[in-house]
């Protein structure tokens, strides 16, 4: 190996020991490593650089505002909750959520499947009492081990689909030719993950417990007439074990009930009361069939979907002190609603109207994210502070949101667009149909993830033409003689170890060349051979560098690095002996 090689190989490995032992972020790390690269000459900038032009970041850049568009409608709350259920353990809630998005991925692309569910899950957990470091993971491994199952699963399969048909000038691969393998290793990829991830997940809960938080509020919702809600009972309509929160009664027709039953029946034009911390009234807002109580928020300039909430409290100098809210005309004044009131830690119980302005009231307010912007220095009030995520869901819009992912994922499974263009377009209709606003749509994308995947791609790149992946693989391959079962193997670990370093795609092109001529020197069928790297280059369950939704899911689940060692190292083990030995069976050499 040259000089440019081995300096290739001295930045992985100080660029894998600061991914273990050191803080700081996945992304600030890897972009450090292509700056040594590129200062040393290793690689230009546009070879360093090449991976954010890639289609494929672009691609994922452009689904999140896709999967932002059907979060805000609610769209996939609406169809996953009924699977989802409300399990009564963690190991249910893994299998719940695991086998459909298995299923799922194995006929739409994993990375957006990923993106949709993410706050999806983490919603669920947080109803559920179930730490989101008990899913994440899971999540990822299950949309892998789905994707391994057809040809569109994964846009690794599609990849060294394509380079098996340049090299052959052949038809290529049916689109279900490697279900057999991909069924198998996925049922025992997530048996495994249900049978060891209660000890090898960690059980993190959020720095800040919303469980523990003193600010506690009286807030009433009233049940929309005809709406999904009106007919179902508290049980059925997930109202019973909200966290941080609870029924206190209902007021229906003037009759008041306490206590109320999980199998009371909900109304039209119920007003339920609701006592609880300030973030499970967030997830009250995105309940489809609950509005807020109190007339006044209907009175307000703008859409609700353009709303959120705000906490404010209230000023010596605010010029509604010792008036009811009402006499104030706090609304008309400040273009606000109030939807409860604390006052010194203590919820108040009384009608919004009714209540006599103090200085020291903690209001929750509901009104334009502008709101802020407009009092923060103001005297009226001590101190302003919106609630991130606390804005109602279109649901109205949730059948359009819908509708533009079938479209998206039948322009590109048919073939009749590619990815990148199919979710461009189903972008661009998210925006144009209102499912969510521009600005909306550029802060859903996660710039950390897409520089991490950008500058992984480069490093793959510094690998290649520095010579030092080429040596790497032909050493390994020398080491199986003429043994097309052991060449398989090291093949696959070859394939694997490169995954975990970059990443999938990056690994199957660097290694479908080296494949082809094993193949063709030992004189065997090639195809356990391009099987297995499809397998090799998506099962990268080790590092959070092995698939880009490992890093979809890092934050979400509060993970480290390690965590993914742990639980996913035996997995690479598990799914590559598993391969190995049936790939042969199934296409003999």
């Known amino acids: ?17 600061l991914l273990v032992f050191s803080p700081i972020a996945v992304d600030l790390i890897l972009v450090g490593t292509i700056a040594i690269l590129f200062t040393a000459g290793v690689v230009d900038a546009a070879q360093a650089f090449s991976g954010f032009s890639n289609e494929g970041v672009l691609t994922v850049a452009v689904l999140f505002i896709v999967a932002h568009g059907l979060h805000e409608t609610g769209a996939i709350s609406f169809i996953v909750g009924p699977l989802l259920g409300r399990p009564k353990s963690v190991f249910m809630a893994q299998a719940r959520m695991m086998f459909p998005v298995a299923a799922f991925s194995a006929f739409v692309n994993n990375t957006p499947i990923v993106a949709m569910m993410v706050p999806v899950i983490n919603d669920w957990s947080k109803k559920n009492g179930i730490s989101p470091s008990k899913l994440m993971i899971p999540l990822s491994y299950a949309t892998i081990l789905g994707g ?11 990849i060294v689909n394509g380079l098996l048909m340049n090299h052959t000038r052949g038809p290529g691969l049916s689109m279900f030719a490697i279900a057999p393998l991909g069924a198998i290793c996925a049922a025992v990829g997530l048996i495994y993950i249900l049978a060891v991830s209660r000890w090898l997940l960690p059980d993190r809960k959020p720095p ?69 911390v300030v973030e499970t009234v967030v997830d009250l807002r995105k309940i489809r069939g609950l509005v807020p109580a109190t007339d006044q928020v209907f009175k307000i300039n703008g859409p609700r979907s353009q709303r959120c909430l705000i906490e404010a409290v209230v000023s010596d100098s605010h010029p509604g002190l010792g008036k009811t809210v009402r006499d104030g005309q706090f609304r008309t004044l400040y273009n606000a609603a109030i939807i409860a009131v604390m006052q010194h830690g203590e919820r108040l119980r009384m009608k919004i109207g009714d209540v006599v302005l103090q200085a020291g009231h903690t209001l929750l307010l509901e009104a334009h994210p502008s709101f802020v912007e407009q009092h923060r220095n103001s ?9 991130e995520g606390s804005a109602p869901p ?134 356990p051979f391009i099987i297995a790297i499809m397998i090799a280059a998506s099962a990268g369950f080790a590092t959070p560098l092995g698939y880009q939704t490992h890093l979809m899911v890092y ?19 598990l799914v590559g002996i598993v391969t190995v030995a049936i790939a042969p069976l199934l296409w003999p050499f």
Not at 260 to 266: I, Y
Not at 379 to 387: A, C, E, G, T
Not at 462 to 486: C, E, F, Y
């Open 394 to 527: 279109r649901h109205d819009r949730a059948w359009a949101s819908l509708a533009i992912l079938l479209g998206m994922v039948i322009a590109a499974g048919t073939g009749f667009m590619s990815m990148f263009n199919a979710s461009l377009i189903a972008a661009g209709f998210m925006i144009v149909t209102r499912c969510c606003t521009a600005e909306d749509a550029r802060r859903s994308i996660s710039w950390q993830v897409l520089i991490a995947i950008g500058a992984s791609l480069g490093i793959g790149r510094a690998l290649d033409v520095s010579g030092a992946a080429d040596a790497i693989s032909q050493s390994l391959i020398a080491m199986a003689g003429n043994k097309p079962w052991l060449t398989l193997a090291i093949i696959y670990l070859a394939t694997m170890l490169f995954t975990e370093v970059l990443t999938n795609n990056a690994a199957a092109v660097l290694m479908f060349p080296l494949a082809m001529s094993s193949a063709e020197s030992l004189g065997v069928s090639y195809l």
């Open 1 to 17: 190996m040259g000089t440019d090689a081995w300096v290739t190989i001295a930045a992985i490995i100080g660029m894998l020991g």
């Open 555 to 573: 934050g979400p689940g509060s993970y480290r690095y390690t965590d993914f060692i742990k639980i996913g190292l035996p997995l690479d083990i």
């Open 379 to 387: 005297r009226d009030f001590f101190l302003i502070s919106p609630l």
């Open 208 to 276: 800040i417990s919303h469980l523990s938080d003193p600010r506690e509020y009286i807030v009433e919702m009233l049940v929309q007439p005809g709406s999904t809600l009106d007919g179902k009972t508290i049980g059925q309509a997930g109202l019973r074990h909200l966290p941080g929160m609870y029924l206190v009664e209902i007021q229906r027709a003037g009759e008041i009930l306490p206590a109320v039953a999980p199998d009371e029946r909900l109304r039209g034009r119920d007003r339920l009361i609701f006592a609880g």
């Open 148 to 158: 391994a199952c057809t040809l569109v699963g994964t846009s690794t399969n599609l």
